[in-house]
Structures are given as structure tokens and as C-alpha cells.
């Protein structure tokens, strides 16, 4: 078990370092020059040689890559000042700090996938799991065609609604906006209450539908039979049986959703106006600040690998097959 | 006719005969798949339609017509100045027509959506029979290539790299044409987007790879060539229909989420993604905006996906929901 999440790891970590070594190639050497794009349009070719210098741009790729791998861990010194240990260089746009932009703006985006997660893994197995239980009656089939219907509302539709209808119309909540968690656990929870449900509505949908498939089909197999045949009461099957065999399609299909509930954050950040990387991607491509998006790229792509790893383990722990084999 | 002789004879049918006949039996993915050809047909249709209906998505109609908007720049009419002559409204700020300008935003969205579906298919296919029928090293590489390409945080990469790939060809402070921000987006998606293709069909060839009809073409001397192309393919060609059904509305939403997010089509390119950015920001004034493109898209989502969820039936009548 603990070889497989290790042998997993490092596997992640070659592909985090395959990805930082990709992206820089493609923003620092394809387009044009980004000196010209931190320094204007009336830019003389002094003041470019100056930010060629001070971006270490005159070195060649390799070079630059190293100095910037160099910069994550010992940290680098721009002529705007020192950059400390994990230093993801410095913004062409607010001339501040990417690792600090980041951190300000990561916990934001923590709160609303951890969130969203919890909100679909929950309700979207939950419901799968009672359509599957009263598989045939109303009960199932109105979640069945509920979870049709909205699966197809994306974010960027319902957020608006759900904003109309709860915000504006009976203020029955304010308007989301992030709260630390230290500021008070309530706070935090009903200021990202709306943004929570909308992200996760589609997810949520396809987990249901999802779910009772794989429940159905498991509730099918001859060792669920046997187990019903010796006695075990339908329930203690259910959940014993039925719903473990369940996890393994479940959770693989999680492992490759994972980047799309990034993706998701991001339009939900947007929608709302929540400041987090999701919007700071987004922001720094709009300003072309390269080191910005780089950044933003490499932190989104860690996050992502990290769950994957976790997801991974869950896999290890449900199926055996995955930890022997 | 006489219903003797000509029902009795045995009559041989090819498998795609026998999958048009179960579908055309399963009314759902009959009329989803007319909702799905309806779309494709208005858009294809919309600059016919729109000369029929005397106007289009670019004409500034306030500019004309003071009464349309008020003093806000809102819609003076009821619901978001929805008349005989603005079927779907006016838009709020510019006043141009909503109608024509999903008519053709869909156009935009829905023609992307197909060719982008079409190369990331072909590249998919042509990458999986490669890695299942070589095997060995070139398997193995393969695989891990696609290994990589799925581990990127793909939306966020898209939203990162499609306005570098516009800016390969075009210089600073140049005015970017449209063709050029339709290739980056299309050659952005189709990079990220092949991978589950490939993968699928890499393990249906390695498994169709050693039944006795290929071993037999391979003994009688057919070529490498000839068995991925007349062996191969044709028993690919269901999980590529199948799965090229679910991959199309998927590719329609990227396509509709990099122009949401603002770095898809621009104006004055009618997308039906941006619709919804500037929907969501005039949302608290003028929300009937927002309803004509978010009702067609929730209808087409759902349509293409019982649709999908249909030809997958009709193909596989096994593989029960």
C-alpha cells in the first residue's frame, strides 16, 4: 500500500516537473518577447535590453529554466528586491510577488473545490444510491429525470438564477463572498453556501445518475445473491456489498474529474466575483503577465496532482486488486 | 404487395442496418436526435433566417430607434423588449438583436464544437490502433504521452495557453483576425481533447488484435497497413461513433467556457459562451437576457445527451443503462 502511493508520488512529481518545464517553454520562448509586453508600447530598445537583464531573459532556455526551478527553492533577488524561497518570480503587471499573489488568493479556491466536492461526492452518491434502492418507483425516477435536466445547467446559467432568485429577490442570503474560516465557521459557510451548490450542481447530477447504475448493476451480481441467499438482510448487502463494488467505477471516473472541478472553480469564481486563482488566471492572461499565469498554472496543476494521489489511495484502500497487483 | 415470398426470404443484414433499425425503434433518441439536428440545421441556416427576418447581430437598432432602450440602457419594453419585431428581445447597452444574435453565436459554438470534434477524433483514433496493434515500446510511449496530456489541469491550460497561440501569429498591437482566434482555439482544444479517444480505442484493438480473423489476414500475407485498414477499423468504427456522440456537447462547452472566461471569440463575433458573460454582469437589471440562451443550451445539452445515451443502445443493445 504504502510502496503504490509512494510509486504514485513520484510519479506525480515527474509529471509536475514535465508540465512547469512545458509551460515555460511555451510563454517564455514562443511569443514574441515578453519584455515588450511588461514594458508598454513606447518602449525603447535600452529600456528592453534593462528587462532583458533584470528577467534574466538574455540567458538561453535551459538556462532560464534552471534559474526558475532554482528560484522554488532557495528563492532569487530581482533588482526590485529579494524573492524568498518559493519564489515564483516576479509579476510584469503589479510588480509583486507571485508566490505572495498566489497564497493570498489560494484559500479562496481551497474552500470552494474542498467544498463542492464534499457537497456532490455527498448528495450525488447519496441520491444514486436511494434511486437505486427504490429503483422503479416515483422516488427514482423523478431523481433520475431531475438529475437529466440538470446536468445540462452550467454554472455560468445557474449562478445568476440561484443569485436572482435568493440574493436579490428575498435576500434570504448576501451575496457569496469568502470568509476566512477563522473569521467564524457559520460565516465562512454561508458566505460560500450559493457558489457551493451552484458548482456542484452538475457534478451532483452526474454522480446520481452514475451512482444507480453502478449500484444496479452490482445489486445484479451473484455474490450480492449469495450473500441475500445466506440471510444478510438487504440492508447490511447494501451498503456491505453492493455499494463497495460500486466505488471502483466511482472513484476511477472521480480520478479523471478532477482537473474539470478546477475548471469548474474557475467559472464559478467568475460568476460570483470570488477572488480566487481561478479569476487570478484569468486576470493575469487578460494583462498578458506571463510569470502570473505560469504560476497560477503550476500551483493548479500541484493541486490537482495532490488529489489524485488521494484519490489514489482511496482507490488502494477499496480495491484490493490495485494494492497487490 | 404480396407479404408471402418477398417476408420470408432471409434477407442478410449489415450491422449498420440492424443499428439503424433498433434506433429508429427507441423513441427518445429518435426525437433528442431531431432536437440535436434541429440546432445544427438553424445554425447552419442563420444568415437565411435572418434575412427573412430583416435583421442580424451586428446593427446597433438603438442607434435607429431611441424608444428601444431607456435612460440605462435597458430594454424599455416588457421582458427585456420582447416584440413582433425582436422575437427574443433587445440587448441591454448596445441594443442589438438577441435573436439573430443567438441564431448565430450557436452557429459559431456548434461549428467549432464539430470540427474540433472531428481532428480530435481522427487524432485519437489514429493514435490508439497505432499503440494497440504495434504493442512493445511504441505502445508504451504512446501511453505515456497520453498519460501527460491527461494529467494537465486542462481548463485552466486552455485558458492559459490560448492567447499565446493567438500571439504566434500575430505581432503586438495588431488587430487579431477572427480566422486566427477560431485556429488557436481549435488547435488548443484538439491538443487537450484526443487522449480519451486514443485511449479507448488503443484497448479495443488490443483486444481485437489476436482473434483468429487478424491472424488469418496476417498468415495470407495482407500487409500491416491493410489489416489496421480493412481488418481493424471497421470493427472500431461503433465505440468511435459512440463515443464521438458524448464528445461533441462536451467540446460545444469548452468551447462556450473559453468565451465565457474571455478568451474565445471577441466582439463583434456573435458566440453564444460570451452571451452568457455579459447575461451574468447585467443579471440583477435585465434578466430575460440570460433566458433565451440558457434555455437553448439546457434544451441541446439534454437533447445531445439522450441522443448519445440512445446510439450507444441502438450499437451496443447489451450494455444495459
Redesign the interface.
Known amino acids: 500500500m504504502l510502496q503504490f502511493l509512494l510509486r504514485r508520488t513520484i510519479g506525480?512529481l515527474v509529471?509536475l516537473l514535465?508540465?512547469s518545464a512545458v509551460?515555460f517553454v511555451?510563454?517564455f520562448q514562443?511569443?514574441?518577447d515578453p519584455a515588450?509586453?511588461s514594458c508598454g508600447?513606447n518602449c525603447g530598445p535600452a529600456q528592453i535590453d534593462l528587462i532583458h537583464r533584470n528577467l534574466g531573459l538574455d540567458e538561453s532556455i535551459p538556462v532560464q529554466y534552471w534559474e526558475f526551478m532554482k528560484g522554488i527553492f532557495v528563492g532569487r533577488t530581482f533588482e526590485i528586491g529579494q524573492c524568498d524561497a518559493p519564489c515564483l518570480g516576479v509579476s510584469f503587471h503589479s510588480r509583486e510577488m507571485v508566490w505572495d499573489t498566489i497564497v493570498d488568493r489560494f484559500p479562496t479556491t481551497l474552500s470552494l473545490t474542498v467544498g463542492g466536492f464534499v457537497v456532490f461526492l455527498v448528495v450525488g452518491l447519496g441520491t444514486g444510491m436511494i434511486a437505486a434502492w427504490k429503483k422503479g418507483t416515483l422516488i427514482d425516477k423523478g431523481f433520475s429525470s431531475l438529475s437529466?435536466?440538470l446536468?445540462?445547467?452550467?454554472i455560468?446559467?445557474l449562478?445568476?438564477?440561484v443569485?436572482?432568485l435568493v440574493v436579490?429577490n428575498h435576500g434570504w442570503l448576501d451575496a457569496p463572498k469568502y470568509f476566512p474560516i477563522t473569521d467564524g465557521v457559520g460565516k465562512w459557510f454561508l458566505g460560500l453556501l450559493i457558489p457551493w451548490l451552484v458548482m456542484s450542481t452538475i457534478f451532483t447530477a452526474q454522480y446520481t445518475r452514475l451512482m444507480r447504475?453502478t449500484m444496479i448493476?452490482q445489486l445484479q451480481e451473484e455474490h450480492v445473491r449469495t450473500a441475500r441467499a445466506k440471510g444478510m438482510s438487504r440492508v447490511y448487502v447494501f451498503f456491505r456489498y453492493a455499494t463497495r463494488g460500486a466505488m471502483i467505477p466511482i472513484v476511477t471516473i472521480l480520478g479523471?474529474d478532477l482537473?474539470?472541478l478546477?475548471?469548474g472553480a474557475?467559472?464559478t469564481e467568475?460568476?460570483f466575483s470570488l477572488a480566487g486563482i481561478?479569476r487570478l488566471?484569468?486576470e493575469s492572461?487578460?494583462n498578458?503577465d506571463l510569470p502570473l499565469?505560469m504560476g497560477?498554472?503550476l500551483v493548479?496543476?500541484t493541486?490537482?496532482?495532490l488529489l489524485?494521489v488521494v484519490v489514489d489511495a482511496a482507490y488502494a484502500y477499496i480495491d484490493p486488486r490495485v494494492r497487490l497487483g | 404487395m404480396p407479404a408471402g415470398a418477398d417476408a420470408k426470404k432471409l434477407e442478410g443484414r449489415s450491422p449498420g442496418q440492424l443499428m439503424w433499425i433498433r434506433f429508429k425503434r427507441d423513441r427518445t433518441g429518435v426525437i433528442s436526435g431531431c432536437v440535436v439536428l434541429f440546432f445544427f440545421l438553424i445554425a447552419a441556416l442563420a444568415p437565411v433566417i435572418s434575412k427573412l427576418y430583416g435583421k442580424d447581430p451586428y446593427t446597433l437598432y438603438a442607434r435607429k430607434d431611441f424608444d428601444l432602450l431607456d435612460d440605462y440602457g435597458l430594454p424599455s419594453g416588457p421582458n427585456g423588449g420582447i416584440s413582433g419585431d425582436f422575437w427574443f428581445g433587445v440587448e441591454p447597452g448596445l441594443g442589438r438583436d438577441v435573436f439573430t444574435q443567438l441564431l448565430y453565436g450557436m452557429r459559431t459554438t456548434l461549428y467549432m464544437a464539430l470540427l474540433i470534434t472531428i481532428v480530435t477524433v481522427v487524432t485519437g483514433v489514429i493514435i490508439g490502433l497505432i499503440g494497440g496493434y504495434a504493442g512493445g515500446r511504441t505502445d508504451y510511449w504512446l501511453g505515456r504521452i497520453t498519460?501527460?496530456f491527461?494529467?494537465?489541469?486542462?481548463?485552466?491550460?486552455m485558458?492559459?495557453?490560448t492567447?499565446?497561440v493567438v500571439?504566434?501569429f500575430v505581432?503586438?498591437?495588431e488587430e487579431v483576425p477572427t480566422y486566427i482566434r477560431a485556429f488557436s482555439i481549435i488547435a488548443v482544444l484538439w491538443f487537450l481533447g484526443w487522449m480519451g479517444m486514443s485511449r479507448l480505442i488503443r484497448g479495443v484493438t488490443l483486444s481485437l488484435r489476436e482473434r483468429e480473423y487478424v491472424e488469418a489476414a496476417r498468415v495470407a500475407g495482407a500487409s500491416r497497413w491493410r489489416i489496421l485498414r480493412k481488418e481493424l477499423l471497421p470493427n472500431v468504427v461503433t465505440p468511435i461513433l459512440v463515443q464521438g456522440t458524448y464528445l461533441l456537447p462536451g467540446t460545444m462547452?469548452s468551447v462556450?467556457?473559453l468565451s465565457?472566461?474571455?478568451?474565445g471569440f471577441t466582439e463583434p463575433t456573435p458566440d453564444w459562451g460570451r452571451m452568457?458573460?455579459k447575461?451574468?454582469h447585467i443579471?440583477?437589471n435585465a434578466?430575460t437576457y440570460?433566458f433565451f440562451?440558457?434555455v437553448a443550451?439546457?434544451i441541446?445539452?439534454?437533447a445531445f445527451?439522450?441522443f448519445g445515451d440512445s446510439v450507444r443502445d441502438a450499437f451496443d443493445p447489451k450494455s444495459?443503462?
Open positions: 506525480a509529471i514535465l508540465i509551460t511555451i510563454f514562443l511569443p514574441g515588450y509586453l508600447k437529466l435536466v446536468s445540462s445547467f452550467q455560468y446559467f449562478g445568476p438564477i443569485m436572482g436579490w447504475s448493476e479523471m482537473s474539470g478546477l475548471g474557475i467559472v467568475l460568476t481561478g488566471a484569468v492572461v487578460t498578458i499565469t497560477v498554472m493548479g496543476a493541486f490537482i496532482l489524485n | 498519460d501527460f491527461m494529467s494537465f489541469p486542462s481548463q485552466l491550460f485558458i492559459a495557453v492567447p499565446v500571439s504566434l505581432g503586438r498591437n462547452l462556450a467556457f465565457y472566461v474571455g478568451v452568457f458573460a447575461a451574468g443579471y440583477e434578466p440570460m440562451p440558457g443550451m439546457v441541446f445539452v439534454v445527451n439522450l444495459g443503462r
